[in-house]
């Protein structure tokens, strides 16, 4: 037991560096350096796995990204590219608010925090499955992705779809009144990842899932859920919310 302590203890540590996110001080007095208890969370579980490769399903897949990525517009291709980047920020960019990257603080620790959770439990299924990207299979047809960066590892699950509805999850709750639009946002950020050739819709429905799951996870933790409820005046304002 006090291994696999140890074992989530450091990998929320190596993601948290690897953020650039200090833990504060509340962490500091947790007996883990994340919010949820090691194996609470079956993602594995709650997602399922894809649909098994050269199958019927798998075709129909490829098939449709290959006909969103092949139609896409240089306006869309250019959003989409700037999708890439799983910031709070640019979830929220589009939408009518006030936030600014770099401020408000507390509420940039507070998702970075939560991503930190999301990132360790994909981390335990992306070993389960190695799902080929879909510019990366040949079918006659190649999907050409988007110009610059291009992903690599397992396509299952999306973890842009998987951070898109943990901050969705999140934000909802603090400001249930930008729900819906919130919502409109996760499936445009998915639909990102369509037009870039980098996931499956499979892909992006057990992200959805997994981040889900995470949030709900998160705020039925009593001490994360102290430190959020003190943050949503923050969050509120950071939307240019009362």
Not at 12 to 36: E, F, K
Request: aromatic fraction near 8%; glycine fraction near 6%.
């Amino acid at each position: 037991m006090r291994a696999e302590q140890f074992r989530y203890a450091a990998a929320g540590l190596a993601l948290m560096l690897g953020l650039g996110l200090a833990a504060p001080a509340v962490a500091q007095q947790r007996s883990y350096l994340i919010w949820l208890e090691p194996g609470k969370l079956d993602i594995a579980k709650v997602i399922g796995l894809p649909p098994a490769q050269n199958t019927p399903e798998a075709k129909a897949e490829f098939d449709q990204v290959l006909h969103i990525s092949s139609t896409r517009t240089p306006e869309r291709e250019k959003a989409a590219i700037a999708d890439q980047y799983q910031t709070l920020a640019r979830f929220l960019a589009g939408l009518d608010n006030t936030y600014v990257d770099g401020t408000h603080r507390e509420v940039r620790l507070l998702f970075r925090e939560a991503q930190v959770e999301l990132s360790i439990a994909l981390l335990s299924v992306r070993r389960l499955t190695n799902r080929p990207r879909p510019f990366t299979v040949w079918n006659k047809v190649r999907v050409k992705p988007c110009p610059g960066g291009r992903p690599e590892g397992s396509s299952f699950p999306s973890g842009h779809a998987a951070t898109a509805a943990l901050y969705a999850e999140l934000l909802s709750v603090a400001a249930p009144e930008f729900a819906d639009k919130f919502e409109e946002r996760v499936k445009e950020y998915g639909e990102s990842r369509l037009i870039c050739g980098f996931h499956y819709p499979t892909d992006l429905v057990a992200g959805e899932k997994a981040g889900r799951a995470v949030a709900k996870a998160l705020l039925a933790e009593r001490a994360f859920r102290a430190r959020f409820d003190e943050t949503v005046p923050e969050i509120r304002l950071a939307l240019g919310l009362k």
